[in-house]
C-alpha cells in the first residue's frame, strides 16, 4: 500500500507466472525463425493481403488461407492457423503458389462489390456495366500473372484515365486488382488500336493502292487517304488516351467512316 496526495494506490503483483510448456517454447523459437527468414517479404506481403482485402480480421484472412490451400492442394501448417505472424510467413512461404489464387479472389470480391453498388444508381446502363465487368474478368483470366506484377508494383503502374462516366465513380480506384486489370486492358486495347492504323496506314501508302476504291465505287488518290486518315490520328490524338471497351467499337467504324468519307 503506498500513499500519494492523501490517496491509497494498491499495486498487485503477481507472485508467479505460469512457465511455458516445451511445446509453446518450441512454437515461439519456430515463429521467430520463420519471421526471419521472411525478412523484408514479411512485410510486403502483409501490406499487398492488406491492398487485396482492405483491413480484414485475421479469422477471415485464416479462412481463406484455408480455402486457397485447398485449392492449390498444399498444406496449411498448425502455426499457420495459430498464430498471426505464421499465416503471414504461410503466405510467404507458398506466394508462388497461391498469389495468382489471391488475386483471383480479390478480383471476385470485388466485382461483385461493385456490381452491387452500381445497380443501385439510375444513371448507370446496367447491360452496359455487365458488359465492362464481364470483359474485364476475361481479360484478368488472361492476364493475371500480368496483372499480379502490377498489383506488386502498387500504386505508380495503375493510373487510369475514368474519362467515361461508367469510371467516373471513385469506386474503381478502391480496389488495386481492378485498377490494375483497368490499366492493361486499356493499354492492351491501345496497342491493338495503334496496331490497326498502323496496317491501314500501309495499305493507303502502298503504291499497289493508287488506284484503290472506297465502297461508293469512286477512286480516291492515296495522298488525300494518308492526308485524312492522319488528320484523324491527329484529331483524336489516340497515343494520349486511355480508352476502354465501351469506345472501343464506335471508335473504330468511326474510323472507318473518315477514311472512305
Not at 505464421?86 to 470480391?109: A, D, G, P, R, Y
Not at 500480368?146 to 478502391?174: C, F, H, R
Not at 502502298?206 to 484503290?212: A, I, L, R, T, Y
Not at 477512286?219 to 492522319?230: F, I, N
Request: hydrophobic residues 40%; proline residues 3%.
Amino acid at each position: 500500500m503506498e500513499k500519494k496526495d492523501s490517496q491509497s494506490i494498491v499495486i498487485i503483483k503477481r507472485s508467479s507466472a505460469k512457465e511455458y510448456t516445451d511445446r509453446t517454447s518450441r512454437d515461439h523459437e519456430e515463429q521467430i525463425w520463420r519471421r526471419a527468414c521472411c525478412g523484408s517479404f514479411f512485410d510486403r506481403t502483409q501490406e499487398m493481403l492488406r491492398q487485396l482485402f482492405g483491413d480484414v480480421k485475421v479469422g477471415k484472412l485464416r479462412l481463406m488461407a484455408i480455402m486457397i490451400a485447398k485449392q492449390a492442394n498444399i498444406k496449411i501448417d498448425r502455426l499457420a492457423k495459430r498464430i498471426n505472424d505464421c499465416l503471414i510467413c504461410w503466405f510467404c512461404e507458398n506466394w508462388n503458389k497461391v498469389s495468382i489464387l489471391l488475386l483471383s479472389l480479390s478480383f471476385s470480391k470485388a466485382k461483385e462489390e461493385i456490381r452491387s453498388i452500381l445497380q443501385q444508381n439510375p444513371i448507370m446502363r446496367q447491360a452496359e456495366v455487365d458488359a465492362y465487368l464481364d470483359s474485364l474478368e476475361k481479360h484478368f483470366e488472361m492476364n493475371s500473372q500480368e496483372i499480379l506484377q502490377t498489383v506488386v508494383g502498387y500504386p505508380s503502374m495503375m493510373e487510369i484515365n475514368a474519362s467515361t462516366p461508367l469510371l467516373n465513380s471513385p469506386i474503381w480506384l478502391k480496389y488495386p486488382v481492378i485498377r490494375a486489370t483497368i490499366a492493361s486492358f486499356n493499354q492492351q486495347l491501345l496497342s491493338q488500336i495503334e496496331l490497326s492504323y498502323s496496317a491501314i496506314s500501309s495499305a493507303v501508302i502502298s503504291p499497289q493502292n493508287s488506284s484503290c476504291q472506297s465502297p461508293d465505287g469512286n477512286q480516291q488518290m492515296p495522298s488525300k487517304r494518308v492526308e485524312m486518315a492522319s488528320s484523324y490520328v491527329s484529331k483524336k490524338e489516340i497515343k494520349n488516351e486511355r480508352i476502354n471497351i465501351i469506345d472501343i467499337d464506335n471508335l473504330m467504324l468511326d474510323f472507318e467512316e473518315f477514311v472512305w468519307d
